[in-house]
């Protein structure tokens, strides 16, 4: 059984940065793919960013493009989502989720695991 533990939420002004760390036990961490997507109050949840088994490939949503990186790390079997120039409407839970399977790496409803969140809020 796979399980994810997210970390690394908080509040941070407009402009500053937080890294998230989400670990992973339970499953050979090396052989799939790695998320993240967020939820805002009121939103669906909608696709942040995404990471290849091997780690050289990786997807990002329009709106945090050149803001933010995903990275794992195989030997700690953790990946991590460095958010820098935060705004305001980044405020949301952010979720990671593993293993996509044959679906896009975008589209939530292909992953199998998930983890509980962590809440992200930005002041302005």
């Known amino acids: 059984q796979v399980q994810l533990v997210e970390s690394g939420g908080g509040l941070v002004q407009a402009g500053g940065s937080l890294r998230l760390s989400c670990a992973v036990s339970?499953?050979?961490?090396?052989?799939?793919?790695m998320g993240w997507f967020r939820q805002a109050p009121g939103k669906e949840r909608e696709f942040v960013a995404a990471?290849?088994?091997?780690?050289?490939?990786?997807l990002y949503a329009d709106s945090v493009k050149g803001r933010f990186t995903i990275s794992r790390d195989t030997a700690k079997s953790t990946v991590y989502l460095q958010m820098s120039s935060l705004k305001p409407e980044d405020t949301a839970v952010y979720y990671c989720a593993a293993d996509p399977g044959s679906s896009s790496w975008d589209d939530g409803a292909g992953y199998g695991h998930w983890g509980q969140g962590t809440q992200v809020t930005v002041s302005s």
């Open positions: 990471i290849g088994w091997i780690g050289g490939i990786r």
């Open positions: 339970g499953r050979t961490f090396s052989s799939y793919g």
